[in-house]
Structure formats: C-alpha cells, structure tokens
C-alpha cells in the first residue's frame, strides 16, 4: 500500500519489487551494483527506509525490461 505524501505517492522497497515481478533480492542487488539510483532514504518510526516514487518504479520496470530474463543462469533440465 503506498505511502501518500502530498499529492505524490511513495512506495517501499519490497512493494517496488512485487509491482515490478522481480524477488527483493534481486532489487537489493541492483542497487548494490549501482545499475539502479537509489531513492532517498528517510526515517519512519526509527527505522530507515527507500520511498520510491512512481518515477523510480518506472525506472526500475524499463531496467528490467531492458535487461532482466528470468531464470538466465538455469540449466536445462535432463531429458528423459
């Protein structure tokens, strides 16, 4: 559910990876990569946390489109 700030709204990170259909590792690995700019990080309730705007969710949905294939690494499985 996003987080409505203004007339803008923010979404976290574990919500950016469910709109996009990545695994929040695999988003937490891009941005540890640098592929991807990370948000602004602020403080809620004592804990830190990414508020991604909707610009940064498109971002990430045209990073993943461009170069993201799911199960690139996989072998094939055996033939029986």
Do not use: C
């Not at 990370?38 to 990430?60: F, H, I, Y």
């Amino acid at each position: 559910m996003p987080t409505i700030i203004g007339s803008m709204k923010y979404f976290t990170t574990p919500e950016v990876a469910k709109i996009v259909g990545i695994h929040l590792r695999t988003l937490h690995r891009w941005l540890g990569r640098g592929v991807i700019p990370e948000p602004k990080a602020v403080t809620m309730r004592g804990l830190k946390v990414r508020l991604w705007s909707e610009t940064d969710v498109r971002r990430v949905e045209r990073y993943r489109k461009k170069f993201w294939a799911k199960g690139r690494g996989r072998k094939p499985r055996p033939k029986r």
